[in-house]
């Protein structure tokens, strides 16, 4: 059974900093693109960024770029979301997310973790 669990979410004000995680427990990981999306209140769930099992495949939504960054552990079967100079509109629910086997198909999801961006 896979599992993905989230942690590192919370509360900050307008251009701070948080890093959230998603660690993966079973089923095969290195072969897997991670992703990450996020649902505000009243809206749909948006893409924010994605990263190729190897890492070498990364790409972002248009509204994080330059402030996001994805990256990966294959060894701690962990993906990762640093977020700098976060704006109100960044307040959401993140979710992680693995696609299946050589695919962009997300298959398994978190169970999320919010972050809040408020002064």
């Known amino acids: 059974q896979v599992q993905l669990v989230e942690s590192g979410g919370g509360s900050v004000q307008p251009g701070g900093s948080l890093n959230v995680s998603c660690v993966v427990f079973?089923?095969?990981?290195?072969?897997?693109?991670g992703g990450w999306f996020r649902q505000a209140p009243e809206k749909e769930r948006e893409f924010v960024a994605s990263?190729?099992?190897?890492?070498?495949?990364?790409d972002y939504a248009d509204s994080v770029k330059g402030r996001f960054t994805i990256s990966r552990d294959n060894a701690k079967r962990t993906v990762y979301l640093q977020m700098n100079n976060l704006k109100p509109e960044d307040t959401a629910v993140y979710y992680c997310a693995t696609a299946q086997v050589n695919s962009r198909n997300w298959y398994y999801w978190g169970q999320g973790t919010q972050v809040t961006v408020s002064s």
């Open positions: 079973g089923g095969t990981f290195n072969n897997r693109r």
């Open positions: 990263i190729s099992g190897g890492g070498s495949s990364i």
